[in-house]
């Protein structure tokens, strides 16, 4: 099984149009829980933490349900930009992280 | 965050060679780190380059495949040795912020081997 696991999607939605998907992890003691974006031949870049309580940064929100062991994101407000691979990731409070294998999503006119 | 550079950006190399990546960040980090991420896939990480010491490697990466230096705080090496055409993928470096765990990615090296 692996240590993080996500829908791969893609998801294609209308601007404007509000799109979710979760990320399933498999190590209970994971302490860390981030968002990463990658757009094609880029770097991942960090779009957020993900804390215990939920937090919202703009049109993104990011829940933790550890009882349940996934991570989500939600994108209200879709705009053709949000056209990217989203990456879950998870640490155990090491440096170490364990990626998942990408969510695509495309905003389409 | 850290401004991170690589260099090359990218490179078309032939099988059987070569080739050292440098990986320079604009602020001392006490680790930095080195991922592969292969065509379609997402990252797995190489090897943790402390200043210093010798790196540590993942399982299913050797010191004689992908030998890395890290000579002072700032900066860092790692070379793909005898490369093959499985060696093809996106070679990144990365720091850590160690108060939140976040890390930062260089641009990332694009390697293919013919």
């Known amino acids: 099984r692996k240590e993080v696991e996500q829908d791969p999607g893609p998801f294609n939605v209308p601007e404007g149009a509000t799109v979710a998907f979760n990320c399933t992890y498999s190590?209970?003691?994971?302490?860390?829980f981030f968002w990463y974006r990658q757009d094609c031949r880029k770097e991942p870049k960090l779009l957020m933490s993900v804390y215990s309580s939920g937090n919202e940064d703009g049109r993104f929100t990011a829940q933790l349900n550890r009882a349940s062991q996934y991570i989500s994101l939600l994108i209200r407000d879709s705009k053709l930009s949000d056209s990217a691979t989203y990456l879950c990731?998870?640490?155990?409070?090491?440096?170490?992280?364990?990626f998942g294998a990408g969510t695509t999503v495309t905003v389409r006119a | 965050s850290a401004v991170i550079s690589q260099k090359p950006s990218r490179d078309i190399c032939q099988r059987g060679t070569s080739l050292t990546i440098q990986c320079q960040v604009d602020s001392q980090v006490t680790m930095m780190f080195w991922y592969r991420q292969q065509p379609g896939q997402s990252l797995t990480l190489i090897a943790t380059?402390?200043?210093?010491?010798?790196?540590?490697?993942e399982s299913g990466f050797v010191i004689d495949k992908f030998p890395i230096s890290r000579p002072n705080l700032t900066f860092s090496t790692l070379t793909v040795s005898n490369m093959s055409p499985e060696d093809s993928s996106i070679y990144l470096c990365s720091v850590e912020d160690r108060s939140s765990y976040e890390q930062y990615f260089g641009p990332g090296t694009r390697l293919t081997v013919t």
């Open positions: 380059a402390n200043q210093g010491s010798e790196a540590t490697y």
């Open positions: 190590n209970s003691a994971s302490q860390s």
């Open positions: 990731v998870v640490t155990d409070g090491d440096y170490k992280l364990s």
